[in-house]
């Protein structure tokens, strides 16, 4: 059994295949390095600059989207942020500081995925794998900053217009109102990524760009329901223009589609 173990690596190793132990190896590696910067970051975030929880880059953070929100909401002079736990403050600047902490290390996240799956395919494929992460990070980038400069405020300024119209006064509890913007970032973002999950699914051969296109019609329906059904205001507004943005990155993954086939060919 131990020459045919050695046998084995041996021939793993002239062939320059990497033993199960090493793929185990290189994961954990990854994953050490992942880990050990969220955790390192995140300190960052709840403790400096002065060593003050209260005055630290995450509860910064906190009081600069709190401002940016309020101030592009119409009627704001009249809302107030209460909390209703002594630790609801703290869990809102942790939660802020996790948040940004995964932010600022997404191109970290990708790029050890991109470095341990490299080995397992050809130079071709790798240059497509990059190609799909890069626009990964761009993606997200463009869903990050249009969702919290437009999506977002206009959403809570149509809320809480909403509410007002009705002759109540709002008092938000500060950890559902930062568990709100935790939910429409997500939701704003996330779909900036379609354009990807198109180019993967061409890449791996389960769509083209012909069968895209001859499913167009039924797919802007389902975009449109998906919108309707996730934006949170009774208007049309925030519908419509998730809408058409989700519309605008479909057309752009067939469009994405159509070069990696071009690619193959």
């Not at 050490?32 to 630290?56: E, K």
């Not at 939701?187 to 167009?216: C, D, H, N, Q, Y």
């Amino acid at each position: 059994m131990k020459k045919t173990g050695k046998a084995v690596k041996a021939k793993d190793k002239a062939s320059g295949r990497k033993s199960v132990v090493e793929h185990l190896e290189e994961l954990r590696k990854r994953l050490i390095i992942s880990i050990g910067s969220f955790l390192g970051l995140f300190i960052v975030f709840i403790i400096l600059p002065g060593f003050s929880f209260a005055d630290s880059y995450g509860a910064r953070l906190m009081k600069f989207i709190q401002g940016y929100m309020l101030g592009n909401i119409k009627g704001a002079a009249a809302l107030n942020l209460v909390f209703l736990d002594p630790l609801e403050p703290v869990f809102t600047v942790m939660k802020l500081s996790a948040l940004a902490t995964l932010a600022v290390l997404a191109p970290l996240f990708v790029y050890q995925v991109y470095a341990y799956l490299k080995p397992a395919f050809t130079r071709k494929t790798s240059n497509y794998l990059f190609v799909l992460m890069l626009g990964f990070e761009i993606f997200f980038i463009l869903g990050a900053v249009f969702s919290f400069c437009l999506l977002i405020p206009a959403s809570f300024d149509i809320l809480i217009r909403f509410g007002l119209s009705t002759g109540a006064l709002p008092s938000l509890s500060m950890g559902k109102f930062f568990d709100m913007f935790f939910w429409m970032f997500l939701l704003f973002t996330l779909p900036f990524e379609l354009p990807v999950l198109i180019g993967v699914l061409s890449k791996a051969g389960i769509v083209t760009r012909k069968m895209l296109t001859k499913i167009r019609k039924p797919v802007y329906l389902g975009l449109v329901i998906f919108a309707a059904a996730v934006t949170p205001d009774p208007t049309i507004f925030s519908m419509s223009l998730l809408s058409v943005l989700l519309i605008i990155l479909f057309e752009f993954g067939i469009i994405l589609s159509y070069f990696f086939e071009k690619g193959e060919n």
